[in-house]
């Protein structure tokens, strides 16, 4: 999506010092914040949301899904350690 130059959200919900560490241009919303930030995540575009494997961003999905009845949220498969092996293997994930 970023190749293509594709319009959508990309928001972190890993902690501050990890994103610190290695970051691919995120919006950092803290997973315990998500719920409280939801007046900042787009409902007109796309919003991929990611943390370090995909766990705490597939919970944050489901919380914002059942909660604040998004329908436009995807979760990055495997999440910052996949997009390092895949993607930018200089990342330092932590």
């Not at 995909?54 to 999905?61: D, E, F, T, Y």
């Not at 914002?64 to 997009?83: C, D, H, Q, V």
Request: overall charge negative; some cysteine.
């Amino acid at each position: 999506m970023m190749d293509q130059g594709e319009d959508f959200q990309l928001i972190d919900v890993r902690e501050p010092h990890e994103v610190d560490a290695a970051n691919i241009g995120g919006q950092s919303i803290p997973m315990a914040d998500a719920l409280m930030a939801a007046d900042q995540i787009s409902r007109d575009k796309k919003v991929i949301i990611h943390c370090k494997s995909g766990g705490r961003s597939g919970a944050v999905v489901n919380h914002l899904e059942n909660s604040a009845g998004f329908t436009n949220l995807y979760n990055l498969k495997g999440g910052m350690i996949a997009w390092a092996a895949e993607i930018d293997p200089t990342l330092n994930v932590i």
